[in-house]
């Protein structure tokens, strides 16, 4: 057992897929809110393996695209300054600001870096001791007890030259604005399967009474996916609410105890903005006064200047759930991931990245990748 | 420097612990993923022993792989495999 592979099985995909056509007697509308989960569900055609009375809509669970353009200015600002060495998280090299990404400013001789982990950003602050290392920190649940790591560590090994620039954004305050929306279409929800390894499930629990929804902790393979997609619309022709966790082989019910401890310790709740959706209150996690020693914003006392947004762009409507990349004018045109009008475009993890990706803007019917080909011989039998 | 494939927001991957170790008071490991064996924060899983899994995200394990768990999926889909011949039967 790898707990990869067996996950991806096609007869076990396909006897799901088959158990979600018996169970789905009326029209279903259900949300992932990972954008890992999105990623997985367009490479291997999952969307186009369910009944056609079954839609998924993709959530904004992509901390990359959601990252506030505010957040990414400031970014630039910090890592234009000659003593500082920035480090990030690739995927947020690409993300466009008002005054152009990260990538490109690196291009023109600025000390940026990719970390795998924040830890490693932590160990270069030790090893360049004349050069101040800002470690951008952004993340949901699931990257914020190791970013807590990074600045519990700093602090303990006396790291005066090691800061972070953060802006981290929590799930639950972000589903209870969707579900408040008056357009909000989302009957159910795929929850956060890794965001829920920190955090639990018990959190998500008043939110499902309260709206009465299904919200079902879901994995990010097929299989996990699948058995998702079935348990929520099972509960949904049932008409029962409440939370389940088929994801146990990695989510307590309680998460992971000393994660929440220290994410407690390091940070506190604060608003937070989300790009292409707007202010959501208690939605983000900042430093404590404690740790203001490592608060990168107070330390460089950076502006951000706000812009406008590419007109063209609907990325706000694509991250509330209410379009699909194939939906925009731009898309595959003028917006791609080599040039990004907009936030959803950028991480791999965005919809319209992982659309493109996979090919959907250059199809007329339903072909797509080889991975959807390959399952898509399933949805025939079914 | 490239980017690693896996750095990417939120994804959590499965990893053998190798070894275990202490680096400036915090526990580690060496996690094999595939091939390719890392270095990984092992501070909030402390009770994983050499070759057990961890879900391992940006260079931390968030969380220990429950074996029995893990296989509970294959027996719903046993299950799900009797319902379907019930239902379907074969012609």
């Known amino acids: 057992m790898k707990y990869v592979d067996e996950y991806r099985d096609q007869s076990s995909a396909e006897t799901l897929v088959a158990a979600i056509a018996r169970a789905a007697t009326r029209p279903w509308t259900i949300m992932e809110v990972c954008g890992g989960q999105t990623h997985t569900i367009v490479k291997y055609g999952i969307d186009r393996l369910l009944p056609e009375n079954v839609e998924l809509v993709h959530g904004p669970g992509c901390p990359v695209c959601v990252t506030p353009l505010e957040t990414i200015d400031k970014a630039h600002a910090i890592a234009s300054r000659a003593d500082v060495t920035f480090c990030s998280f690739g995927d947020m090299l690409r993300v466009p600001g008002s005054r152009g990404d990260l990538l490109e400013l690196k291009s023109q001789g600025a000390d940026i870096r990719v970390v795998y982990s924040p830890l490693d950003a932590v160990n270069l602050a030790a090893s360049l001791p004349h050069r101040k290392v800002v470690f951008f920190a952004i993340g949901f649940e699931t990257t914020s007890p190791p970013n807590a790591m990074a600045a519990w560590l700093a602090r303990k090994r006396d790291l005066n030259n090691f800061s972070m620039l953060v802006s981290h954004v929590l799930v639950p305050p972000m589903m209870t604005a969707m579900l408040e929306a008056p357009d909000n279409r989302v009957q159910g929800f795929l929850g956060p399967g890794h965001v829920c390894t920190v955090m639990g499930i018990r959190e998500y629990e008043p939110i499902a009474e309260r709206f009465s929804v299904p919200i079902v902790v879901s994995g990010f393979e097929p299989l996990d996916l699948l058995e998702g997609i079935l348990r929520t619309v099972n509960c949904l022709e049932e008409e029962r609410s409440g939370v389940e966790n088929p994801y146990a082989r990695a989510v307590r019910p309680d998460g992971n105890p000393a994660s929440r401890k220290l994410i407690d310790e390091v940070f506190e709740v604060c608003d937070r903005k989300w790009r292409g959706i707007g202010e959501i209150p208690g939605s983000g996690l900042r430093l404590r006064d404690d740790y203001r020693d490592f608060d990168a914003e107070r330390i460089f006392e950076v502006e951000g200047i706000a812009m406008s947004e590419s007109a063209a762009c609907i990325s706000g409507q694509i991250l509330k759930g209410l379009k699909k990349p194939h939906h925009c004018p731009a898309f595959g045109k003028e917006c791609t991931p080599d040039s990004p009008l907009g936030a959803t475009m950028v991480s791999t993890e965005g919809a319209c990245a992982a659309y493109f990706a996979y090919g959907r803007h250059l199809e007329t019917k339903r072909t797509a990748s080889p991975e959807y080909v390959e399952l898509g011989r399933i949805a025939c039998k079914v | ?91």
């Open chain 2, 1 to 91: 420097m490239p980017v690693p494939p896996d750095n990417t927001m939120c994804l959590g991957i499965p990893g053998r612990v190798l070894e275990t170790y202490r680096e400036h008071d915090v526990l580690m490991a060496r996690v094999q993923f595939g091939g390719v064996a890392k270095r990984v924060c092992l501070e909030h899983v402390p009770e994983v022993q050499p070759g057990e899994f961890v879900l391992v995200h940006v260079g931390f394990a968030l969380s220990r792989i429950d074996e029995a768990e893990a296989a509970r999926v294959f027996a719903f889909l046993r299950e799900l495999n009797q319902l379907g011949e019930l239902e379907d039967p074969p012609p």
